[in-house]
């Protein structure tokens, strides 16, 4: 089974902290992604990359950033962390270019910034 | 831009059928997918339909039409572990698979 892991379940930062969610995956994919879900907008991606060190934006890149330096994690960097950053954030790997290769998710990290 | 709507909640009893609809709009369609979440849980895939008809699995059956850019899933037999919410997900050809989620509907099974 595919396993994506995000390093933390909670997290609790201040305003204008500088946060590092981290996923690893251990299937060797390709594509990893990052996504918020927040009540009643369902998830909107934020940042994928399809190759180590390859990024792309998503539809709310605003405030954030990201980093992948090895093929298993990718990491989503909050440059100045701030409350309307709270949310759940949920990571995906999915194996290559097969259209129908399904997105495999982690258990996602709910982030509160005050 | 790429938009997918679906409705919010849906109600439903024990054993009867629910059909969860999904239109889409984006460019250089390559498929409609479903996933399910559980409260607490992460989304987890269910099917994915890249022509249109009909593809069966076990209780849950999902339906494209590529020309009303519409599908739904279909959920029969209900069993109160069903009450979760569905996403309907398309992916583009933009590098690396863009994959865009729907707002999700919440099942409510009701005994």
């Known amino acids: 089974d595919v396993k994506v892991t995000q390093s933390s379940r909670y997290l609790v930062k201040r305003t204008g902290e500088k946060v590092f969610l981290e996923c690893v995956q251990d299937?060797?994919?390709?594509?990893m992604f990052w996504y918020r879900q927040d009540p009643g907008l369902g998830l909107r991606l934020i940042y994928f990359?399809?190759?180590?060190?390859?990024?792309e934006k998503g539809d709310i890149p605003e405030g954030y950033s990201v980093s992948r330096e090895k093929k298993e994690r990718f990491s989503l960097i909050l440059e100045s962390a701030s409350t309307n950053q709270t949310s759940m954030y949920l990571c995906?790997?999915?194996?290559?270019?097969?259209?129908?290769?399904?997105?495999?998710f982690g258990n996602g990290t709910r982030l509160t910034v005050t | 831009g790429q938009s997918l709507e679906q409705p919010s909640e849906v109600t439903a009893v024990e054993g009867a059928i629910v059909q969860i609809n999904c239109t889409y709009q984006?460019?250089?369609?390559?498929?409609l997918s479903w996933y399910q979440q559980h409260d607490g849980g992460a989304p987890t895939f269910l099917s994915y339909?890249?022509?249109?008809g009909l593809e069966e699995t076990g209780r849950f059956s999902s339906f494209l039409s590529r020309s009303d850019s519409y599908g739904y899933l279909l959920l029969q037999e209900l069993q109160m572990k069903d009450s979760a919410s569905y996403f309907c997900?398309?992916?583009?050809?933009?590098?690396?698979?863009?994959?865009?989620f729907g707002a999700g509907t919440r099942l409510f099974v009701k005994a």
């Open positions: 995906a790997s999915s194996f290559g270019t097969h259209y129908n290769s399904p997105l495999h």
């Open positions: 299937m060797d994919h390709e594509n």
């Open positions: 990359s399809y190759d180590v060190k390859m990024k």
């Open positions: 984006t460019s250089g369609f390559y498929g």
């Open positions: 339909n890249a022509l249109d």
């Open positions: 997900a398309v992916r583009d050809n933009t590098g690396g698979f863009k994959t865009i």
